[in-house]
């Protein structure tokens, strides 16, 4: 098991940026899959963005252009940077790591998950 904590959200106006983190202990992050999910009120948890050990990003269509992910296995940290963010970006957004299934998108890969952290954006 891993434990995840993220870090760097928050409130911010339509158009800026946040730069979430991630930073993993307990059983080493390098041979994992690292992903970033996201659960808005009354909506179902849904994909944001994966890297694997090597840096091969994937992206949830929603975000492309405009987030990308990272990973520092020396540091145990993933990062999302989130740019040209929109109110419908609003929502809980949480890390998670697990192995490497036939998609990366699917929350089954993944089986451990941070307490999230929350992005709001303002109009």
């Known amino acids: 098991q891993v434990q995840l904590v993220e870090s760097g959200g928050g409130l911010v106006q339509a158009g800026g940026s946040l730069r979430l983190s991630c930073a993993a202990s307990?059983?080493?992050?390098?041979?994992?899959?690292m992903g970033w999910f996201r659960q808005a009120p009354g909506k179902e948890r849904e994909f944001v963005a994966a890297?694997?050990?090597?840096?091969?990003?994937t992206y949830a269509d929603f975000v492309k252009g405009r987030f990308t992910i990272s990973r520092d296995n020396a540091k145990n940290t993933v990062y999302l940077q989130m740019n040209n963010l929109k109110p419908e970006d609003t929502a809980v957004y949480y890390c998670?790591?697990?192995?490497?299934?036939?998609?990366?998108?699917?929350?089954?890969?993944?089986?451990?998950w941070g307490q999230g952290t929350q992005v709001t954006v303002s109009s």
């Open positions: 890297v694997s050990e090597r840096g091969f990003s």
């Open positions: 998670a790591a697990g192995s490497y299934g036939s998609s990366w998108s699917s929350i089954g890969n993944y089986d451990s």
């Open positions: 307990g059983r080493t992050n390098s041979d994992l899959l």
